[in-house]
Structure formats: C-alpha cells, structure tokens
C-alpha cells in the first residue's frame, strides 16, 4: 500500500464508537451530460445548445461502514455551504466521534470551516490531491451523471437535483457500498473496515 494511504488509515483501527465518513460535491448544470445520442446514419445528430447557466451544487456524505448516506444542494459551492454541511453532519451522527475524508478544495481548507470542524468535533483527513478514485463518494456521482441525468435534451434544474437526490437516498445501504466501490476487495480501507466490524 502506498504511504499516503498508510498515512491517512493512521489511528482508525479499533477506536469506539466513531464513524467513518467520505465527503465530495458535484454540480449539476442545466446543461446535461451527454453520454449517447442516437441519428439517422449518415445524418448529423442534433443537439440543443440552450445557454441557459443555472447550476446547483450537491453535497454527499457517505458513511463507509453501514452505507447511510447525507445528501444536501445549494446554489453556491463555498465555506459558507461547506460549514452548512459540517453542521448537518453533526446532527445526523451526533455521540459519535468523527472522521470525514474530503478533497482540499478552498471551502473546506479556510480557517473558519476548519474551526467549525474541531468545534463540532470533526476529524478532518485530507485526501492527495488529483486522487478522486479514493473518494467513495465520487464514484457514487458517476452513477448518478451516467445513470440519472445524462442524455436529457432540455432538463428542468430544480428537477434534475431532486431526481439526483432522490436516486441516492433510494439506494439501500448495501447498494450505495457496492456503487461506491467500498465493498471492493480492493477498497484501500478495507482491512480498517473489516477489524473495527469485529
């Protein structure tokens, strides 16, 4: 395993009563991903161009040991969201002591979200940068761009966020571990997850 691995799994061992969890956002644009179009052959395929600009940000919190999941939307991707979420977090595994994995993006390095994090209670642990395949929670986005929102010609924003929202929370646990790649035997927590189950 590399050592920045080994650096982040530091001290998740047998501790009591503490929760795992991954953070990630997606943006959801009113434009859509396309992922397949279909044409006469020979025909070029058409497709809208709307220049319409709304987008939504989508926050998601996976937690790696039993598969529940925290999913919130806002308008604007900042610390201000970011420590929306924080606080959200809190509330959802309140007793418990927390450990969330997350990118370094600027909202969740500023000094006011990273205060709010030791006020609540909330280990922070930094992911290396241009790793996505480390985050659960970005494989989890993939399934929603690719199975729920691509491929729509001209889809309503407010509707694409709540159908993302809703194909989330409708995964049972079990189903979100597996889209997310944590029940992988390759998922470079498992062995942490497998000893603090026993």
Request: charged content about 25%; glycine content about 8%; proline content about 6%.
């Amino acid at each position: 395993m590399a050592p920045g691995k080994r650096g982040l799994q530091r001290g998740l061992k047998g501790r009591k009563r503490t929760v795992i969890l991954f953070l990630d956002e997606t943006i959801v644009r009113e434009t859509p991903p396309l992922r397949a179009v279909w044409a006469r052959k020979g025909a070029q395929a058409a497709v809208p161009i709307l220049g319409f600009r709304g987008k939504r940000v989508l926050y998601g919190v996976l937690n790696v040991q039993t598969g529940t999941a925290l999913v919130r939307q806002a308008r604007h991707w900042n610390q201000g969201t970011f420590q929306e979420v924080l606080r959200a977090i809190r509330r959802t595994w309140r007793g418990w002591r927390i450990v969330l994995f997350l990118d370094r993006g600027s909202p969740h390095r500023a000094r006011a979200s990273q205060a709010l994090a030791r006020a609540l209670g909330i280990a922070l642990r930094w992911l290396p940068v241009a790793c996505p395949e480390l985050n659960p929670v970005d494989h989890l986005w993939r399934h929603v761009k690719q199975d729920v929102l691509a491929n729509e010609p001209v889809p309503a924003l407010d509707t694409s966020v709540a159908r993302a929202c809703a194909y989330i929370m409708a995964l049972s646990p079990r189903e979100r571990l597996r889209k997310a790649g944590v029940l992988s035997k390759r998922f470079w927590l498992r062995k942490v997850l497998q000893e603090n189950g026993k």
